[in-house]
T-cell receptor, first 112, second 114 residues
Framework: GQSLEQPSEVTAVEGAIVQINCTYQ??????LSWYQQHDGGAPTFLSY????GLEETGRFSSFLSRSDSYGYLLLQELQMKDSASYFC?????????????FGQGTELSVKP | AAGVIQSPRHLIKEKRETATLKCYPI?????VYWYQQGPGQDPQFLIS???????DKGSIPDRFSAQQFSDYHSELNMSSLELGDSALYFC?????????????FGNGTRLTVT
């Protein structure tokens, strides 16, 4: 089966940098994804890593180390609107319809 | 750009009643997923369809059923509702030409069972 672990909450101040870690255990690996969800809203896709290394998309970057079964999401120049829950997720299979398994989410609070 | 559309946005039902949630995926997306999310929890996978055929099934109660129709919209039917069914229900769609296709979520249906 698949399981993911991430911190339950993180607090940071505006303008700072924060890193949200995720470790996973999977029977097969088909990439690590990150989703953002504001309270009561829909999860929205942020980033995806299939290979080791860093992927950068604007203020957000995501890193993957397959040998360590570990990844992280890096948020730079934090803004108040970044306060949300962040989920790491893995697919359980590589063929069509493979579902996403989510971690329990990290609630990020950005303070002024 | 077109997004995943879910209806209704809010639904209030009493115990033992039946509810039907609808989902209209993004055009040309071939896979639909249903997730249930309780307060403060991660989305839990219920069921998925690929090209209108059920492709995977998660921890979906026997009281729940779902299908995908010829126009690709999907419906989640929930019977004998229980208080514990109160949650946000999300539908998501993707185009699984490759396994890294992201899921696009609808805004969800908030179901309250009283």
């Amino acid at each position: 089966g698949q399981s993911l672990e991430q911190p339950s909450e993180v607090t940071a101040v505006e303008g700072a940098i924060v890193q949200i870690n995720c470790t996973y255990q999977t029977s097969g690996f088909y990439g690590l994804s990150w989703y953002q969800q504001h309270d009561g809203g829909a999860p929205t896709f942020l980033s995806y890593n299939a290979l080791d290394g860093l992927e950068e998309t604007g203020r957000f970057s995501s890193f993957l180390s397959r040998s360590d079964s570990y990844g992280y999401l890096l948020l730079q120049e934090l803004q108040m609107k970044d306060s949300a829950s962040y989920f790491c997720a893995v697919r359980d299979q590589g063929n069509q319809g493979g579902k996403l398994i989510f971690g329990q989410g990290t609630e990020l609070s950005v303070k002024p | 750009a077109a997004g995943v559309i879910q209806s209704p946005r809010h639904l209030i039902k009493e115990k033992r009643e039946t509810a039907t949630l609808k989902c209209y995926p993004i055009p040309r997306h071939d896979t639909v997923y249903w997730y249930q999310q309780g307060p403060g929890q991660d989305p839990q996978f219920l069921i998925s369809f690929y090209e209108k055929m059920q492709s995977d099934k998660g921890s979906i109660p026997d009281r729940f059923s779902a299908q995908q129709f010829s126009d690709y919209h999907s419906e989640l039917n929930m019977s004998s509702l229980e208080l514990g069914d109160s949650a946000l229900y999300f539908c998501a769609s993707s185009s699984v030409s490759s396994y890294n296709s992201p899921l696009h979520f609808g805004n969800g249906t908030r179901l309250t069972v009283t």
